[in-house]
């Protein structure tokens, strides 16, 4: 565990070092793999099918707003649905008008769960979005997985009836239009699913939210189980043919991953709880502290030793050997006297300025006694 613990304490420190970098790397990685999805699944519009616009479209919203990949992936999928036909392309603009208004009014702050919701029910793994919504969110994130599993289910109906609205012709708008919202209204699954996501991810916030332990492992393992347990239900009630060894499965990797959000984000020592008790004047308090899991990433110091004498060092050993001298009765013979200039008969006399005059202070003896 120490290990993980250190694992997590170098990643926290390299994204915050890199933060700059690792964000836009990440949006346009996000949009790129929505935009070649959508091109991909629908493709009406040839024009858009190309990795050159889908490129420079990525690397737009890499420096935009998470907003702003929703708005070009909401503009792609609109023009192919034109591509097919403009009674499809009116219903696609209606009903992206009402999840805008719902979305914007309820949780604006939650606009990567629309991307990510029909992006992991295209990658056939939808259940770890409401726990994860449930886990990290507040329960307005209802709104925007609402919102995600309806632009997957608009997708897929688009596609699964373009080869009837292709045979219909112009003169048919009605009867497209009737196609698609017959479609989009009277799908049994997208309901069943929209109502699971919703009461999963407040199941999980609720529980997640106790002081009790072991709360976050308790939600999303309570989640998973309420989730298949109501697509079971809604499978029996309108035979809508969903898998139950998917869902399982799905469960599964959702409870994975709900783990490894939870060691990233709530990863707490039950062992050393404490329970503290206190009042003041009105109120009495009962607060449960439970510390945090952490561990300082080790760090590498590399010493340096100089071998070389400084510059300092040298001066230093050089005072030593030529210091100062001890200080003595400069009137008596033999005495050592100051250094100094001194003057006799208009003569200037430097004494012990440098080593070559203190080395000729014995030849200069005759001219120290006419000065003194």
Known sequence: MTGLLEVKEKLKMLY??????????????????????????????????????????????SFLPTGCIILFSALFSLLHMYALS????????????????????????????????PLFCAMKIPYVIPLAAGLLCAPTAIVSVSCGVVVHYLIQTVVASGPAVKTLGDDGATAKLRLIIDGIVGNKEMMVVIASFAI???????????????????????GAMINVVILLIGDLIYDIN???????????????????????????????????????????????????????????????????????????????????????????AGAQRPRGDYRSGGKSITIGSTDSDNQNVENRSDDYEELF
């Open 242 to 332: 969903i898998s139950v060894v998917g869902a399982l499965l799905g469960s599964i990797l959702a409870l994975l991953a709900a783990k490894v959000i939870e060691f990233f984000r709530f990863c707490v020592d039950y062992s050393r709880t404490e329970k503290v008790q206190f009042e003041d004047d009105e109120y009495y308090y009962y607060v449960k502290a439970v510390p945090k899991m952490m561990v300082a990433a080790p760090t590498k110091t590399v010493k340096r030793i100089n071998t070389q004498r400084s510059r300092g060092n040298e001066r230093s050993v050089t005072t030593e050997r030529t210091g100062s001298r001890r200080p003595g009765n400069y009137g008596t």
């Open 16 to 61: 915050s070092r890199y933060e700059a970098f690792i964000l836009p790397v990440m949006k346009f990685l996000l949009a790129f793999a929505v935009l070649n999805i959508l091109n991909g699944k629908m493709g009406y519009m040839t024009r858009l099918d190309n990795i050159a616009i889908v490129l420079i479209v990525s690397l737009m919203c």
């Open 86 to 117: 403009m009674e499809v392309a009116l219903v696609g603009v209606c009903l992206y008008l009402v999840m805008f208004l719902l979305f914007f009014r309820f949780s604006p702050k939650d606009s990567l769960l629309v991307l990510l919701t």
């Open 200 to 222: 999963t991810i407040l199941v999980v916030y609720l529980i997640r939210r106790m002081s009790i332990d072991y709360a976050w492992t308790i939600a999303m393992v309570s």
